[in-house]
């Protein structure tokens, strides 16, 4: 059942939010409603501790969350994007303990945040960081328009 909701998100993917919504209504519904009451029938008979039931509870306790999806187009089926993003920062959550100082360690989340964001928009994290980096150190602040130096907007300098 899981397999066949992400092969009609496959399908749709590119789809203008509308259409999505709709095949998801009329598609996904239906595959969500059985698997509904799947979930039912082995809350019943799983044992609460096991894995399969605790799965169970877990699916059941955020069935609402669950369905989310199916109500907005623009929305996506999971969250895989944001915690692959956020893996990098999993990872490293150890070293962070030894950043130092607060502000040592709030500078390591911007520097997180903005290489998260460079690979969001496909950008090499060191050239864009190179080319930024530089840029401040040539020009005062105020002669930078800095918005236009965030990831969504950069352009690379002309050499």
């Known amino acids: ?6 092969d009609i998100e496959r399908e749709t993917a590119g789809a ?8 998801r209504q009329e598609r996904s519904r239906p595959i969500l409603e059985q698997f509904k009451v799947w979930l039912d029938t082995q809350h019943l ?4 501790k096991s894995p399969i ?14 369905c ?4 907005d187009g623009e929305l996506m089926i999971d969250n895989n994007r944001a915690e692959n993003g956020m893996r990098g920062i999993a990872v ?6 030894f950043a ?4 040592g360690g709030r500078n390591a989340a911007v520097s997180s945040s903005l290489i998260a964001t460079c690979k969001h928009y ?24 800095l918005d236009q130096l965030l990831p969504g907007t950069w352009t690379p300098a002309a050499v």
């Open 1 to 6: 059942m899981i397999r066949n909701l992400y």
């Open 68 to 71: 989310v999806f199916l109500e």
């Open 53 to 66: 039931g605790k799965a169970v509870n877990y699916a059941l306790n955020n069935w609402q969350a669950l």
């Open 122 to 145: 496909d950008l090499n994290p060191q050239a864009y960081l190179t080319d930024v980096l530089t840029r401040l150190s040539a020009k005062s602040a105020d002669a930078i328009d």
């Open 92 to 97: 490293s959550r150890k070293n962070w303990l």
């Open 16 to 23: 203008p939010a509308d259409n999505r919504r709709a095949v």
């Open 45 to 48: 008979s799983a044992l609460p």
């Open 100 to 103: 130092g100082s607060r502000e």
